[in-house]
């Protein structure tokens, strides 16, 4: 089992019989990867800055390109523990050994496997519709709020939206020494430069007069990282909070596993690093405890994990108390993962969790409708947020050729085909399984509106989708909106004679495609006409 899964295609069938054009390297790397534990939104706090030494990362995965990132110093969607200790190294050997097969055979198991698990996921009710849905992007201080509100130990802070406030929240700390930190959602903050002049956005003092000096230079300007687009992003609010020293770190997390059906516990006294190379190097020190779900976490089962992590005398009490709060806050926020890296201990004698990632079950978001509607959409650019009103996923990129595709491996099989032929696409426009004309027309206005787009290529294969559909909204968009572009379009799958109907019977110049090379090569040659 892989450590992380970007994305399961909404459609059992999504992948049908490219056969080995579509099984290149990406693409058999996104399957493999889906057999992982499902994904959901993420949300991440961040690690105290206190310490003088250079912070090591936490467990952090290469998001696909424009993904969205994840809530404090997001490196990208949030990567849950496996189960199997060694998964990640073990993973990435198999992947790579599955790219050196005989790529037909490896395509059969890979799609029965998807059809397999599809099937179950839909069971008798050919109506359920599999929906991709966006990441929830919460600010690190929200984050430690919710870890907070459900008694979990973490850094006393404030939010201040002005330096006078940021004044007020260090006086009102009275720690021995502060920590600021610009509230964005990109990584790289502490080595980040402001459009005001000053370098970094992660500052320490002991100063609350040097916190209103720094947060002049912070609120209002626009921070750059490596994260961030060229001109930055805006910080509106700053988080100013107790600076603590980390006396040793350890790894905990908590996440559904599908191998044990349930929850499970993983811990490793060495924390503050990257866990996987932990996993790989010193197996023996990473820890599992299978929960029951019915029964929750037993006392003597928190014990033992504290024990597992070094704590020692009072310590071991306390980390098991922070360790049972932290299943209860799982539970009660309808988690997916929780991931503490460090779950520190201080000189002083506490457990404090300094950083942590949290990922929610986007299907609890009819009950967790406070939490949902803390997502930060400022940072996303505009055109993101406008897709997901109508439910679609949408990343630009720097190309010419818009792919409109339904399900997130096609649109990168797709995407890669493109490339392979030599062209160079516009943007990832994922449509999903239940989609409406609406959504179709939505998204023809959101891909002609960029004025790099030089040709539109549309490749749905309808398993869940009705063709006839999206040829109804692709008529009417072609109509409404004047489309001045070439449009290629392949369309396979559920009620596919009707689409080709409606299609050849609407007088536009649609140029039709017979499988997936086919479409990537005209849409290529469109643009080289052109």
Known sequence: MMLHINDIPSQPSLLEAEQAQLLRPLLVTEITHSHGPLPGPTARGSRSPSRRTPLPQPLTAHPAPGAPHSASRSRGPARPLSASAGASARGRAGTAAKMAAPLAGQAGAVLRDLALRSARLRGPFPTVQLTPRRWLNLQEYQSKKIMADHGVTVQRFFVADSANDALEAAERLKAKEIVLKAQILAGGRGKGIFNSGLKGGVHLTKDPKTVEQLAKQMIGYNLSTKQTPKDGVTVKKVMVAEALDILRETYFAILMDRACNGPVMVGSPQGGVDIEEVAVTSPELIFKEEIDIFEGVKDHQALQMAKNLGFQGSLQQQAADQIKKLYNLFLKIDATQVEVNPFGETPEGQVVCFDAKINFDDNAEFRQKEIFAMDDKSENEPIENEAAKYDLKYIGLDGNIACFVNGAGLAMATCDIISLNG???????????????????????????????????????????????????????????????????????????????ILSESGLPITSANDLEDAAKKAVASVAKK
């Open 423 to 501: 062209g160079k696409p516009a943007n990832f426009l994922d449509l999903g399984g239940g989609v409406k004309e609406a959504q179709v027309y939505q998204a023809f206005k959101l891909l002609t509106a960029d004025p790099k787009v030089e040709a539109i290529l549309v490749n749905i294969f309808g398993g869940i989708v009705n063709c006839a559909i999206i040829a109804n909204g692709i008529t009417k968009a072609c109509q409404e909106l004047e489309l001045k572009v070439p449009l290629v379009v392949r369309l396979e799958g559920t009620n596919v004679q009707e689409a080709q109907r």
